[in-house]
């Protein structure tokens, strides 16, 4: 991200982000992951606008998010990390199913800093673990085109299949059960 890209989420969000938060990502503190929406720290002020706007305003299943709380990533589609912008440190929350409210939601870090020291340390181990150079270039996931596409629809296809068999093995053993 950039320092405009900053501009853009407070002005957007209505937000001042902690200082912490902006020297981790500007520039991004793990250049590997650079540009990165799949981990828990993300990389993209387009997307964190549009994701932060959604969390506000709220579903049928999950209550709108306060405007203090701001989602630095969604790694897991159903664990959120935020930050809460109300004080300069930024506490640090773990949102299950992205519930503020949830009993199992809580505040894993006091300040933005701890957290992102942590993170930062623990993914250069990850990437550093699988071959990849933390310093190094980022690299773009690639696209499931050609053939690895069609292996992909494949193994869908071969997962639904051995799902419906099941399903019907266990509907079979049930009323053969039930007939003796």
Not at 150 to 177: E, S
Request: hydrophobic share 45%; net charge negative; glycine share 8%.
């Amino acid at each position: 991200m950039t320092d405009s890209d900053i501009t853009r989420l407070e002005r957007e969000l209505g937000i001042t982000l902690p200082a912490a938060y902006k020297k981790a990502v500007v520039p991004f503190c793990i250049p590997a992951l650079a540009g990165n929406t799949t981990h828990a720290l993300w990389d993209d002020a387009p997307r964190l606008v549009e994701l932060n706007l959604k969390l506000q305003a709220g579903t049928q299943l999950r209550p709108a998010w306060p405007p203090h709380m701001f989602a630095v990533g969604n790694p897991y589609g159903d664990e959120l990390v935020a930050i809460d912008t109300r004080t300069a440190d930024g506490p640090v929350w773990w949102l299950d199913h992205g519930m503020v409210d949830s009993k199992a939601s809580h505040q894993s870090h006091a300040r933005f800093a701890d957290w992102v020291a942590e993170y930062r340390r623990d993914m250069r181990s990850d990437l550093a673990g699988d071959g990849i150079d933390p310093d190094g270039p980022p690299k773009a996931e690639p696209k499931a085109t050609g053939k690895r596409a069609m292996r992909d629809v494949l193994t869908l296809i071969g997962m639904a299949a051995l799902g419906l068999g099941i399903l019907i093995l266990l509907f079979w053993v049930k009323k053969q059960m039930m007939g003796h």
